[in-house]
């Protein structure tokens, strides 16, 4: 996912990206979710002026081991039209999180 665009009201298509990391060579790797004991992970979306978060809700894992996610839109979601940014919000197994970076452009234009 790096920038996606949606009308005012969109449903879908679901937003789905592959997590990666940088591995020891310095080449980005899908996050294997699995082996990193990671057991959730959010879809956040919000204003780039803002600090809160109009979408803040569970993903789905799609493929653990190959960092495969995907989040479906809820009814309101996407009735603000504007820029905003997404990211993914992994959780581990230990308690810790770790967002992904940098936020992605999502944008809603009118209807």
Request: glycine letters at 2%; zero cysteines; a negative charge.
């Given at each position: 996912m790096s920038e996606v665009s949606f009308v005012q009201g969109d449903t879908g298509p679901s937003i789905k990206a592959t997590?990666?990391?940088?591995?020891?060579?310095?080449?980005?790797v899908p996050i294997d979710m699995t082996a990193l004991g990671i057991n959730a992970v959010k879809f956040q979306m919000r204003r780039p002026?803002?600090?809160?978060?109009?979408?803040?809700?569970?993903?789905d894992i799609v493929d653990a081991p190959n960092g495969k996610v995907s989040?479906?839109?809820?009814?309101?979601?996407?009735?603000a039209p504007g820029e905003f940014q997404g990211q993914w919000e992994l959780a581990y197994l230990d308690g810790t999180v770790?967002?992904?970076?940098?936020p992605n452009t999502i944008t809603v234009r009118r209807q």
């Open positions: 997590l990666k990391q940088r591995n020891a060579a310095g080449a980005l002026d803002d600090k809160r978060y109009t979408v803040n809700a569970t993903a989040y479906d839109w809820a009814t309101n979601d996407l009735d770790q967002t992904t970076d940098p």
